[in-house]
C-alpha cells in the first residue's frame, strides 16, 4: 500500500493567480497521477508524471495550464496556472505499481478542493 | 475508447439492508479490469473491490460483492447490512490491458446515503 499526502487540503484563491498543490508518497512509485474532480462529477485524468521525462497530458489538458513537476520518485507537484472559477475543483493526485500487474490498485490523496473567486 | 456509465445518480438505503449499485462499461478488449471505489465526505478514494474479466468467479470482500456479467458487460456492486459508515460516493473503474486503455477510466459516480 501506499500513503499519500497532499497539500493543501483546500485553498481559496483570486482568479488570474496560480496554486502549486504538492503531493508526497511515503514510498518510491514510478507512476504518479493527476486528477480533477468537478464538483458532483466524475474523476478526469490530467496528466501522469513519470520521474526523469516530461508529464505525458490527456487531451484538453496543457502544460502552460496545468504544469506539473516530479523531482523524485516519492513527490511530484501540480500547478494550477491562471485561474479562472471554471478551475473551481477537487484536484488528486494517485500513484500505483505497475509492477503489481494491472489490477494494481490506485491510491489516492485525499485532494485538494480549490475555490476560485 | 472503453467508456463507464452510472446511470443512478443517487441511491438510498436502510440501515442493516441490501442495495444493489450499477456500472456498464462498453470496451472492444476481451481482458481488462473492474474496479468499485468508494469516496466518502473526507474524499479520500478508497479501493472497494476489484474484478479481473477472466475470471468467471465473482469477486467477494466481507459485506461486498459484485456481479459480474461480461456478455452483458454489467459490473454492479452490492452491499449487505448496510452501515452508517458506508454512505459515500461509489465510483465504477475500467482498467484495460494495451496502452492507452490501460488508464483508469471512472464512471460519474453515485451517491448512496444510509438511513438510520
Known amino acids: 500500500s501506499a500513503v499519500i499526502s497532499q497539500k493543501p487540503s483546500r485553498d481559496i484563491c483570486q482568479r488570474g493567480t496560480s496554486l502549486t498543490i504538492q503531493c508526497q508518497v511515503d514510498?518510491?512509485?514510478?507512476?504518479m497521477f493527476w486528477y480533477r474532480q468537478q464538483p458532483g462529477q466524475s474523476l478526469t485524468l490530467i496528466a501522469t508524471a513519470n520521474q526523469g521525462s516530461e508529464a505525458t497530458y490527456e487531451s484538453g489538458f496543457v502544460i502552460d495550464k496545468f504544469p506539473i513537476s516530479r523531482p523524485n520518485l516519492t513527490f511530484s507537484t501540480l500547478t494550477v496556472s491562471n485561474m479562472s472559477p471554471e478551475d473551481s475543483s477537487i484536484y488528486l493526485c494517485?500513484?500505483?505499481?505497475?509492477?503489481?500487474?494491472?489490477?494494481?490498485?490506485?491510491?489516492f490523496g485525499q485532494g485538494t478542493r480549490l475555490t476560485v473567486v | 475508447a472503453q467508456t463507464v456509465t452510472q446511470s443512478q445518480p443517487e441511491m438510498s438505503v436502510q440501515e442493516a439492508e441490501t442495495v444493489t449499485l450499477s456500472c456498464t462499461y462498453d470496451t472492444s478488449e476481451s481482458d481488462y479490469y473492474l474496479f468499485w471505489y468508494k469516496q466518502p465526505p473526507s474524499r479520500q478514494m478508497i479501493l472497494v473491490i476489484r474484478?479481473?474479466?477472466?475470471?468467471?468467479q465473482n469477486a467477494t470482500e466481507n459485506r461486498f460483492s459484485v456481479n459480474f456479467q461480461k456478455a452483458a458487460k454489467s459490473f454492479s456492486l452490492k452491499i449487505s447490512d448496510s452501515q452508517l459508515g458506508d454512505a459515500a460516493m461509489y465510483f465504477c473503474?475500467?482498467?484495460?490491458?494495451?496502452?492507452?486503455?490501460?488508464?483508469?477510466?471512472f464512471g460519474k459516480g453515485i451517491t448512496l446515503s444510509v438511513r438510520p
Open positions: 514510498s518510491q512509485v514510478t507512476m
Open positions: 473503474a475500467y482498467r484495460g490491458r494495451t496502452g492507452a486503455n490501460s488508464k483508469l477510466t
Open positions: 494517485s500513484v500505483e505499481d505497475p509492477r503489481t500487474g494491472l489490477n494494481t490498485e490506485a491510491f
Open positions: 474484478q479481473e474479466a477472466y475470471k468467471q
